[in-house]
């Protein structure tokens, strides 16, 4: 793991809870409890290590967040356990651990859990998996899901979720849109296991906006608090007192291929032109890039002859 996550070491030491709680986990491979949101501070995914007795590591699991409870406790739902098996006694973890994680431990361990600071998470983890590498591919992949904020819904939530998901693409298909690069920039963002999740459509945390729809939208909102006067398709006249301004969008139409320019504003005041061409930056590797190609030089050269004539 390679960020700065703190997981957390849970320990279910009352005999019935843990004995009722290792049923539903053998039969469901789920279960729900509540924690202190003071103490705790359960982000939206977790990865929890579970004991339930014999002080030993009994489980890996994922956490998902769930709501408040009356008594202000969070829930928290259970889910994707992988088997430590044969379990790691504590002794055994704390031993192989270096002497500043070794004194953290304990304290965890005398709480019956908590989360673990970042440096020692990642000696117990890697521990973990160097004692019982059959698991280590699962543990990378529960890791992944926590990362990529993949939830665990509970009843028919994943369904209707997937539902919605391929009826929008199908009426994106049916207007014209490209669907292969929508499904390439938009990402379900989970927050809450709340008991009503967000539909498809709002739980997008990002997408990939055209150029069209960037002009589109600046040209309509650039003046919102101007008075707007109807006109012709592709401009628009803005007033506010005595000034006036008009926008033509200029945008794949015979303007742009002798211009250059996507927006055009002429402030009728100071009899002067604006020429704006956008240029869209897309996120790759961590951040906004821009690669200037043929066509970006063409218009250039375009605007600058424009200018030129001034």
Known sequence: MSDNYA???????????????????????????????PDWKPQALEIFILSFG???VHYIALATRGGKTATSERRLHFSHHISVHPPIEFGFIEAQLSEESQGIFKEVLS????????????EIVNLIKNERPTIEDSFDKLEQMRKKGIPYFVGNKPEILAQEKDATYLALKMVGFDTDSIKESTNYHFTDMNENPPSFIAGLSSVEIREDDMIRHDMDTLFKDWQ???????????????????????NRNKL??????????????????????YKRMLWK??????????????????????????
């Open 256 to 277: 742009e291929h002798t211009t250059g320019v996507d927006l055009i504003f002429y402030h009728e005041n100071y009899r002067a032109f604006i020429m704006i061409q």
């Open 111 to 122: 709480s019956e859990g908590k989360r673990i600071p970042n440096k020692t998470w990642k």
């Open 7 to 37: 997981g957390c070491l849970k320990i279910f030491n009352e005999e019935g809870l843990a004995g009722s709680i290792l049923t539903r986990i053998e039969k469901n491979n789920a279960f729900t409890a509540n924690f202190s949101e």
């Open 54 to 56: 014999d002080k030993a």
């Open 285 to 310: 590797n961590g951040e906004y890039i821009y690669r200037p190609d043929d066509s970006f030089r063409a218009e250039l050269d375009r605007m600058k002859a424009i200018r030129a004539l001034c």
């Open 228 to 250: 707007s006067i109807p006109y012709q398709i592709g401009a628009k006249i803005f007033t506010k007192g005595s000034k006036k301004i008009t926008i033509i969008n200029a």
